[in-house]
């Protein structure tokens, strides 16, 4: 069973970059494809970007694509994810999860491990 930890967060003005890392331990991390979900107060938990278990494919919701970008480094066992242009409805608390399966499905039923989640502040 594979444990994940989100880190980096913080409270940045619009227009700056941020990246934030989801640690994972307790598994083989190889064989788990990554994603990362966020969710504003009072708003559902909404699918961001995902990496399938051998980086051969991203996928991102269209309101960050050209923003954010999605990596992992298998020698850290850790999936980075880049933000870029931040603005201010980008504030939510990002959680990262995990699947052990090739697939990035956007729903989060699908998606098997959680953290606990990183708080993000974007100011305008």
């Known amino acids: 069973q594979v444990q994940l930890v989100e880190s980096g967060g913080g409270l940045v003005q619009a227009g700056a970059s941020l990246r934030i890392s989801c640690a994972a331990s307790?598994?083989?991390?190889?064989?788990?494809?990554i994603a990362w979900f966020r969710q504003a107060p009072g708003k559902e938990r909404q699918f961001v970007a995902a990496i399938t278990r051998n980086g051969g494919m991203t996928d991102y919701t269209d309101s960050v694509k050209g923003r954010f970008t999605i990596s992992r480094d298998g020698a850290k066992n850790t999936v980075y994810l880049q933000m870029n242009s931040l603005k201010p409805e980008d504030t939510a608390v990002y959680y990262c999860?995990?699947?052990?399966?090739?697939?990035?499905?956007?729903?989060?039923?699908?998606?098997?491990?959680w953290g606990v989640g990183t708080q993000v502040t974007v100011s305008s």
């Open positions: 307790g598994g083989t991390f190889s064989l788990y494809s």
């Open positions: 999860a995990a699947r052990p399966s090739s697939g990035v499905p956007r729903s989060t039923n699908w998606w098997d491990y």
